[in-house]
């Protein structure tokens, strides 16, 4: 039973930060690229950033030199820190586990609002 549980979510200020976790289980982890998705209300789902087992990374535009994205391949858990957090960036946040185009699998999602 293969399983992404995300937290860390939460109500923050503008220019906050927050610090969200996925924990993996019921995979290999590193044979995994993982990655952090977003969707707000009426929104699409959108890419925020994906990191290799490697530890090579992919930041979406809109959050460079804000976000970051890590994993801990010992505990398997990838993290994402939020920096200079804006009401833009609020969303249900996702946890995403990719291998290929053989498997990929998702997290619940936690809420992240940011509002004064």
């Known amino acids: 039973q293969v399983q992404l549980v995300e937290s860390g979510g939460g109500l923050v200020q503008p220019g906050g930060s927050l610090r969200l976790s996925c924990a993996a289980s019921?995979?290999?982890?590193?044979?995994?690229?993982m990655g952090w998705y977003r969707q707000a209300p009426g929104n699409q789902r959108e890419l925020v950033a994906t990191?290799?087992?490697?530890?090579?990374?992919k930041i979406g535009d809109s959050v460079k030199d804000r976000f970051t994205i890590s994993r801990d391949n010992a505990k398997n858990t990838v993290y994402l820190q939020m920096n200079s957090l804006k009401p833009e960036d609020t969303a249900v946040y996702y946890c995403?586990?990719?291998?290929?185009?053989?498997?990929?699998?998702w997290g619940q999602g936690t809420q992240v609002t940011v509002s004064s």
């Open positions: 990191i290799s087992s490697g530890g090579g990374t």
């Open positions: 019921g995979i290999i982890f590193n044979f995994y690229v």
């Open positions: 995403n586990a990719k291998f290929g185009d053989f498997r990929d699998y």
